[in-house]
């Protein structure tokens, strides 16, 4: 009995303030869906030019592989910096390069590396219509 070889597929998470993206990376021949929509009609054209990034940062490797992500919560840019990085990070999963690694660190950390920066929480006391830190201007003498 001769064993069937399973392909390949690689499951990758991107992380941006509050959204959060999920990708599927497997053999086939360069399709890209965003939540079962095809990159070009997905958000405006600025945005759909930051995910192409490290599609084209890859190459040739994209034309082997078919993308399927899956995007919850946050705003748009936050979305759309989520997707890129789970499509940066699954790609170089799914290659193992030492070179595509280094592409994607030279050209922008954050296609591979998680922004760890929070908004600062809500503070009481009438702090809200002027900032979490901010206080009321007062005079020393």
Same mark, same amino acid.
């Given at each position: 009995?001769?064993?069937?070889? /399973?392909?390949?597929?690689?499951?990758?998470?991107?992380?941006? /303030? $509050?959204?959060?993206?999920?990708?599927?990376? +497997?053999?086939?021949?360069?399709?890209?869906?965003? !939540?079962?929509?095809?990159?070009?009609?997905? @958000?405006?054209?600025?945005?759909?030019?930051?995910?192409?990034?490290?599609?084209?940062?890859? @190459?040739?490797?994209?034309?082997?592989? $078919?993308?399927?992500?899956?995007?919850?919560? @946050?705003? +748009? +840019?936050?979305? +759309?910096?989520?997707?890129?990085?789970?499509?940066?990070?699954?790609?170089?999963?799914?290659?193992?390069?030492?070179?595509?690694? !280094? /592409?994607?660190?030279?050209?922008?950390? !954050?296609?591979?590396?998680?922004?760890?920066? *929070? !908004?600062?929480?809500?503070?009481?006391? @009438?702090?809200?219509?002027?900032?979490? *830190?901010?206080? /009321?201007?007062?005079?020393?003498?």
């Amino acid at each position: 009995m001769v064993k069937k070889e /399973k392909p390949k597929v690689i499951i990758t998470v991107g992380k941006r /303030k $509050n959204a959060i993206a999920r990708a599927k990376i +497997t053999p086939g021949t360069g399709r890209i869906l965003i !939540n079962s929509r095809p990159l070009e009609v997905w @958000g405006n054209e600025f945005l759909r030019m930051r995910i192409m990034e490290p599609l084209i940062l890859a @190459g040739d490797l994209v034309k082997k592989v $078919n993308i399927e992500v899956s995007v919850r919560s @946050g705003g +748009t +840019t936050g979305q +759309t910096e989520a997707v890129r990085m789970a499509i940066a990070r699954g790609l170089l999963d799914f290659s193992g390069s030492k070179e595509l690694k !280094n /592409k994607f660190l030279q050209y922008d950390r !954050n296609l591979l590396v998680f922004d760890f920066r *929070r !908004n600062e929480p809500h503070h009481a006391g @009438g702090a809200s219509k002027r900032g979490s *830190r901010r206080h /009321k201007q007062r005079s020393k003498r």
